[in-house]
């Protein structure tokens, strides 16, 4: 089984920054890829940025292009992604996700606000 624990979310006024953590405990040799989604209230969960623990394949949400950077330290069984330029339509929980060979793991999620 695989933990996650989030952590890096807070208050920020819009044009700011925030790097979020999730790191993972757990049998974290069986994870193949590491993601984040995020959620707000009457909305669909939608997916955020995606990297690959092999290879260091990266995927992004058209919304996020270009402003949020994922990225991953294998050896601290680590993601994280760096939050730039915020806007107050990126308020919302954000989730970590795996993706491993025995199934998904989701983490409790951390919350990040944007103000106009």
């Known amino acids: 089984q695989v933990q996650l624990v989030e952590s890096g979310g807070g208050l920020v006024q819009a044009g700011g920054s925030l790097r979020l953590s999730c790191a993972a405990s757990g049998r974290t040799f069986t994870i193949n890829t590491m993601g984040w989604f995020r959620r707000t209230p009457g909305k669909e969960r939608e997916f955020v940025a995606e990297?690959?623990?092999?290879?260091?394949?990266?995927n992004y949400a058209d919304s996020v292009k270009g402003r949020f950077t994922i990225s991953k330290d294998n050896a601290k069984n680590t993601v994280f992604l760096q939050m730039n330029s915020l806007r107050p339509e990126d308020t919302a929980i954000y989730y970590c996700?795996?993706?491993?060979?025995?199934?998904?793991?989701w983490g409790q999620g951390t919350q990040v606000t944007v103000c106009s």
């Open positions: 996700n795996v993706r491993s060979g025995i199934g998904t793991y």
């Open positions: 990297i690959t623990r092999i290879g260091d394949f990266t």
